[in-house]
């Protein structure tokens, strides 16, 4: 199931999972696993997170009903 949105984000900006680990000072292991949704950022992950893609926070999360009509 897709919580967040920010594989789409990074690959609409043109953005490598290695760039954004570097830029938040984290793992590309960790990284990876907050774009294929094995693990959920923190609040405040996410809110680095978007600032770093220039984003609102907002962005990053798949709203409820398109988490549920994908399913």
């Given at each position: 199931?897709?919580?967040?949105?920010?594989?789409?984000?990074?690959?609409?900006?043109?953005?490598?999972?290695?760039?954004?680990?570097?830029?938040?000072?984290?793992?590309?292991?960790?990284?990876?696993?907050?774009?294929?949704?094995?693990?959920?950022?923190?609040?405040?992950?996410?809110?680095?997170?978007?600032?770093?893609?220039?984003v609102d926070i907002k962005d990053l999360i798949v709203e409820k009903y398109e988490r549920f009509a994908k399913q």
């Amino acid at each position: 199931m897709r919580l967040n949105r920010i594989k789409t984000i990074l690959v609409d900006k043109g953005i490598s999972q290695t760039e954004l680990a570097n830029k938040l000072g984290r793992s590309f292991s960790t990284v990876n696993a907050y774009c294929c949704n094995r693990k959920q950022p923190s609040l405040k992950i996410l809110d680095e997170i978007a600032q770093h893609l220039s984003v609102d926070i907002k962005d990053l999360i798949v709203e409820k009903y398109e988490r549920f009509a994908k399913q």
